[in-house]
């Protein structure tokens, strides 16, 4: 009899680790990304405080060129980390997406970089405290570098070439 006791213990220790392994590996696959809600103050808050080269991009995830982009964006930054350059990227989906649809959206992409979600409807109001120039056209991306008083912004969709060199003068 001891040696079938055992061995109902080992099955339901087996069963047991079988049951946390099974636990991480459905966590980890349906991890998201957190996605913060901001304010314009919020967004300004950030660029002014930015003590390294920051790349803002604005986006949503019914925006193709934005979603065409990333990417990209993405693999440029990743060249220069060493450097202090960040990516952020702003969702300007609508409320209903915030935050479980963007987020789900950006594990499917594989998008890395930081996204927040800017809780603003008024584009009249939050266009021109980015750039006195954007009229609310996606995509959109600011480059900053406050060290130096860099800054520049595009509305429009970037070529991975283009925006490696914007890059490359907010770091020179």
């Not at 901001?38 to 979603?67: G, H, M, Q, R």
């Not at 056209?137 to 969709?157: Q, Y």
Request: charge should be positive.
């Amino acid at each position: 009899m001891q040696p079938v006791m055992a061995n109902n213990y080992s099955i339901v220790k087996l069963s047991r680790l079988l049951i946390v392994f099974v636990f991480f590996i459905s966590c980890k696959e349906t991890s998201s990304q957190t996605i913060a809600k901001w304010k314009i103050e919020d967004l300004e808050k950030y660029i002014a405080k930015s003590d390294t080269p920051v790349i803002v991009n604005f986006w949503a995830t019914y925006c193709v060129p934005c979603i065409k982009e990333i990417p990209h964006f993405q693999d440029v930054v990743a060249k220069y980390r060493d450097k202090g350059v960040k990516l952020l990227l702003v969702s300007l989906d609508f409320k209903e997406s915030f935050p479980e649809k963007i987020s789900k959206f950006a594990d499917k992409k594989k998008f890395t970089s930081p996204i927040v979600w800017l809780d603003e409807t008024d584009a009249d109001y939050f266009c021109p405290k980015v750039d006195s120039k954007w009229s609310g056209v996606m995509p959109a991306t600011l480059f900053i570098n406050n060290k130096k008083g860099h800054r520049s912004f595009f509305e429009e969709e970037m070529p991975k070439e283009k925006f490696e060199q914007e890059i490359k003068k907010i770091l020179n």
